[in-house]
């Protein structure tokens, strides 16, 4: 797996009616079906949610490549949490294969595939929402559904800042962690061969560099905020202001409608 395929927190810019919602509307949407995820429990409900997520990819423009090359990096996670499930889960009746310590029941089967379902759909609606929203309008959008946090005195808007600078700065280590490898490699580093602990030994040299580099950004990013005059949120305005249109609201009312749906067809096991 390259670095260049680990896609989180990058943004395709685009004008498609995906990009247009509000990103509150985007961020509630992403809760609703992740709940909608946790409630389903039956193939009906899953090719429910899965339609709906395909739909979701087309009318983003995003592309399927840049999905899938977004699933690599948590790849080995989905297997090895599908294998246990396949293995450690137990059913009423026989199994249909036994040898050693493992066990495979029917009801395994099903566990496995609807878990790696589930974290691959979860994964990729969080990837939409970083894919079609702006960083800066993700913390409009974050500062405001947290807004009533500030009656008790919580830094809202700091707190904003940072989650959505650390979702920025995502794809900009990413990068220089592969600038670095390939300065290394030029100078003789090898991070290819060896066993599991013979590589995670080989990258310790890259941690060095790394830190420095995120260090030196991160000073160089707080010089630029307060050049800019950034003294936090308090009287700070915004040149786009954050309304909720129509479409917003037909998106929020199909998502509650959603995690209702998925909740009935789970009490009658659909």
Not at 94 to 100: D, E, G, R
Not at 233 to 262: H, M, N, P, S, Y
Request: hydrophobic residues 55%; aromatic residues 8%; positive net charge.
């Amino acid at each position: 797996m390259a670095l260049k395929d680990i896609t989180l927190g990058q943004y395709f810019p685009g004008n498609t009616l995906l990009h247009r919602l509000d990103p509150r509307t985007k961020l509630l949407f992403t809760v609703a079906y992740i709940v909608a995820l946790f409630l389903a429990k039956q193939v009906v409900s899953y090719a429910i949610l899965f339609v709906l997520l395909a739909v979701l990819i087309a009318v983003s423009k995003v592309g399927i490549r840049s999905i899938l090359r977004g699933m690599k990096p948590i790849l080995i996670i989905v297997i090895i949490t599908g294998l246990l499930n396949l293995f450690y889960t137990r059913g009423k009746g026989a199994p249909l294969v036994s040898f050693w310590i493992f066990t495979i029941y029917p009801e395994g089967i099903w566990a496995a595939v609807f878990m790696v379902l589930r974290i691959a759909m979860l994964i990729t609606c969080t990837f939409l929402l970083t894919y079609t929203t702006s960083p800066i309008l993700l913390t409009d959008g974050l500062e405001k559904l947290m807004g009533p946090l500030k009656t008790l005195h919580v830094p809202v808007h700091e707190l904003s800042m940072m989650m959505s600078i650390a979702l920025r700065f995502i794809p900009t280590l990413i990068e220089e962690t592969d600038k670095i490898m390939s300065a290394q490699k030029a100078r003789g580093a090898d991070f290819d061969t060896g066993n599991l602990l013979q590589k995670a030994k080989a990258l310790v040299p890259l941690l060095v560099p790394l830190f420095i580099s995120a260090f030196r950004r991160a000073d160089e990013l707080a010089i630029a905020m307060e050049c800019r005059c950034y003294h936090g949120g308090e009287g700070r305005t915004r040149l786009r202001q954050l309304k909720l249109k129509g479409i917003d609201i037909a998106a929020l009312v199909f998502a509650v409608l959603l995690c209702v749906g998925i909740g009935v067809l789970r009490h009658f096991g659909l």
